[in-house]
């Protein structure tokens, strides 16, 4: 199955927010999966979207800023979902691992915007954090989520009007969830 897989049957994100979601979900730490579990995996993926030239190499130091990285956009993506920002210290931490890969304003043909900067492989991981920037700015990176299912964390495109989903899955995640508080209702109903 491929990290494309979109549980629930809903639709990928949009342009350029896809990154962000492809880069979290090649971690899936329900199935014990990384797809980028170590520094070749990494440069292949980064090889395969373009985002780094021939000449580059993924080293020991930039792979564990990428581990970094993902754990923080997964981060932010859950406190989209529950729609409440990290602690002081948890926000420290999501800065430093963010500020690794630099970013630059540049005027483009529809005005200036957020590029990323930086050189090698710094520069083709900046690009999945200049999308957020970009999302930012179009108003879809709210709607990026990550599962409220603690095992689970997908990353998924919440596109529902009122931006409600909390779940991957209603059937998966969502049921589960459901069954759970059926059972501690019903442990509570039993124990009394
Ligand atoms: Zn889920």
């Known amino acids: 199955m491929d990290v494309g897989f979109q549980p629930g049957g809903r639709a990928p994100a949009p342009a350029p927010l896809d990154l962000v979601q492809n880069f979290v979900n090649t971690e899936i730490p ?55 920002a990290p602690s002081p210290s948890r926000r420290r931490a999501i800065d430093e691992a963010l500020a690794v890969f630099p970013m630059a304003l540049c005027l483009g043909d529809d005005g200036p915007s957020v590029e990323p900067a930086g050189i090698g492989a710094v520069r083709g991981l900046a690009a999945v954090v200049a999308a957020v920037a970009a999302a930012r700015g179009d108003g879809t990176w709210e709607r990026l989520k990550a599962c409220k299912q603690e095992t689970c964390g997908w990353l998924f495109y919440d596109a529902s009007r009122n931006r409600s989903s909390s779940w991957c899955s209603m059937q998966i995640c969502g049921g589960r969830e459901k069954s759970r508080a059926y059972r501690r209702r019903h442990d509570a109903v039993g124990g009394a």
């Open 30 to 84: 329900d199935w014990h999966r990384d797809d980028i579990g170590t520094p070749a995996a990494l440069d292949a993926w980064l090889r395969e979207r373009g985002l780094i030239g021939d000449e580059d190499e993924v080293d020991g130091e930039l792979f564990v800023a990428a581990r970094s990285l993902r754990s923080a956009l997964r981060e932010l993506a859950l406190a989209n979902t529950l729609e409440r």
